[in-house]
């Protein structure tokens, strides 16, 4: 369930939940951030205090420039709906999952809505901002980032393939293998599609792949291990090195948003 990790973990920055226990350190556009709020911030990301303190700045911030921003139930829905779908499971089941976590629905729902608020406004206020990379650009980022693409030479995966989507779903929340065909492989990366690959990479050991259309049949792979090292020639990796590239540029973009935005912020600060 990595991806469902990973999505609740997304949002943590604007759902810190620590309790005041040392008080308010600050106070941005009347927003408090309390010291609790900024140990917590700084073990769970291992940074420093100063670093920390900047994050939930640009938290709250950023909180502030969305008030505006509207999120509708059904969108939320669908979201939910796909996560659940993305992890092979059902909506209740995710939310048996999440209680157990102790997590409440209410306040899983409004992760997402927050990550939701947050993505609008990305695409609002910052991505315009970004140019398109030049080849150059994109060949200067592979040659200072190499290990950045750096692969398992092989994957070892058990297939499985059923008729339907319907009996794949249904294998893949029950692991029942009757009508499953299946069998042992091993693949070696640069054969791979580019996407087959990116889903295997993505997928932890022992874990399933989301279901593929195969045309004729509907197959998810068992990733069982992953093997060697070899690092992916530009050409190979260009699709990558250019989705890097732009996480690095949004960073970058964001930030000077911010910084800008702070210039002119109300922000009181309590205690340093």
Same mark, same amino acid.
């Given at each position: ?85 993305? *992890? ?7 939310? %048996? =999952? $999440?209680? /157990?976590? @102790? ?109 593929? *259309? ?7 792979? %068992? =990733? $069982?291990? /992953?093997? @060697? ?44």
């Amino acid at each position: 369930m990595k991806k469902f990790v990973l999505f609740i973990l997304i949002a943590f920055l604007s759902l810190a939940e620590a309790r005041v226990i040392d008080g308010i350190a600050l106070i941005v556009e009347g927003e408090p951030i309390t010291t609790a709020e900024i140990r917590a911030i700084q073990t769970q990301m291992r940074v420093s205090k100063s670093k920390a303190t900047s994050l939930l700045i640009q938290d709250r911030l950023q909180k502030s420039a969305m008030n505006d921003i509207q999120i509708d139930e059904k969108v939320i829905d669908a979201k939910v709906a796909d996560i659940a779908s993305q *992890n092979n499971i059902t909506v209740s089941k995710m939310q %048996k =999952v $999440l209680k /157990k976590q @102790g997590t409440s629905w209410n306040k899983y729902r409004s992760n997402i809505r927050d990550a939701l608020k947050k993505k609008k406004f990305f695409q609002t206020n910052i991505r315009q901002s970004i140019p398109e990379p030049t080849q150059d650009e994109l060949k200067i980022y592979y040659r200072n980032h190499k290990k950045e693409f750096v692969l398992p030479k092989s994957i070892s995966l058990i297939e499985y393939s059923t008729p339907t989507m319907k009996a794949m779903k249904a294998f893949l929340q029950t692991k029942n293998k009757k009508g499953v065909k299946h069998q042992r492989m091993k693949k070696n990366t640069k054969d791979l599609d580019a996407t087959l690959l990116q889903s295997m990479l993505q997928t932890q050991n022992n874990s399933f792949t989301q279901p593929l *259309n195969a045309g004729d049949r509907f197959i998810s792979y %068992k =990733v $069982l291990s /992953k093997n @060697g090292k070899t690092t992916m020639p530009f050409d190979t990796a260009q699709s990558a090195v250019t989705n890097k590239w732009k996480q690095q540029q949004q960073s970058k973009a964001l930030k000077d948003y911010f910084e800008k935005l702070k210039t002119n912020a109300d922000i009181e600060y309590i205690r340093r």
